[in-house]
C-alpha cells in the first residue's frame, strides 16, 4: 500500500466531516502555560540509564513557560545524546478524531533541534505513546508549529526520539482512533541532540478540528479492526495465539482498556474477530469477509453490533464479560 492510502487511511474517521465545506474549523486548547492551568508538569530526565542530563519547566513569563535545561552525552553507547522530558495528565480533553494535528506555540531565541512532543499511553514494546520530531525557528517571535497526526508514530528510537517506523510508511504505528477520542498525557521532550536548550512555550493545542455534532460518520469492522487491534508478531508466536492458520493474532493496542469503563473486551474482539494482513508483518489488522459488512456509528459499537448479528459468536468469548446481545447463562471460554 502506498504512503498516500495509508495517510488516507489515518484520515477516514474525519473525512466524511471534512467533505462539508460550511463546516467550521477552530483550535483546541489542550495546555496553556500562562500559570492559569493547573496541569502538574513531572521532570523526567536520563539519570536511570546512567545519564546527567539536567532541565526544568518554570514559568518565568506571564504568558508562557520555559522548558530549559542541558542535554549531555551519555556514558554509553558511543556518547548518545541523552534526554530531558516533562510530563502531565490531562484529567478531561475532547475528542480530537476531528482535528488535524497538535500546534505548539512557542520561541526559540538559539537553535536546537531535539524538541519532540508526544502524546497517549498506548504501549509499543518498552515506549509508550505516539512521539514526533518538531522545530521551532529561532528568533524573537513566538510561532505556532503544527505536528499533523501522520507525523506521529509509537515505533520511535529511544536513543534519539526519531521514528524508526513512519506512520506515513505503515499505519499500524499511527495514532489509534481509541487513543484520539482520550490523548491522556503530553509529554515534552528534548533528546537526541546533546547541548543546551530553551524553549518557551505559551500553549499546545489540537488545530484544524471540525466540530459538526449532527454528523456521524458510519463505522464498520474493518475500520474497527484497524483501528483498535495491531498485531502482534511475538504474540502471534505463542501457545495463546489460537489462529497461527490465519497469519497470527491481533491483540489489543492497550491492554488497560479492558478495565475501563466504557471500553469493552477488546482482546477478545481482537483475536476472534481480526487477522493480520501477513505473518510477522507490521500491517494493520482486518475481518473475515463474512463480518466486513456489520456497520455501526463507533469502532466499539462494532462488538456490540457483531453480537447482536451473531449471538451463536457469545459462547466463544474470552472471560466472563457482560454483552447485551449475549445471554447471562452463556458459557465462556478461556
Known sequence: ?????????????????????ACAQHDILLATLDGSAKLKWEDKTDEPMGG??????????????TFSGECKAMPSPDKAAGWFSVEAFLPSVPALNGCQGIAIKARATSPYSGFRLSFGTDQWYTRQGYKAVFTVPAGDDFVSVNIPWEDFTRDWDEASGKPQIACTEDTSVCPTFVQLQNIQRLQLWAEGAVGVFKLEVEAISAYSCIDAPNQRTTWNITTACQQVCQPDPSFSKTEWCKHKDRGGCCVEVDPSWDHVPGYKHMEDFCDKLCMPDGPGK???CQPPAEYQSLTAVDPLDAIDKFYETNPDQCKHRIGNWAEAYCRSSDSFVV
Open 282 to 284: 507490521l500491517a494493520m
Open 52 to 65: 546527567s542530563s539536567t532541565g526544568s519547566f518554570l514559568h518565568v513569563d506571564k504568558n508562557s513557560s
Open 1 to 21: 500500500m502506498s504512503s498516500v492510502s495509508r495517510v488516507a487511511m489515518l484520515r477516514c474517521h474525519v473525512a466524511a466531516i471534512l467533505a462539508c465545506c
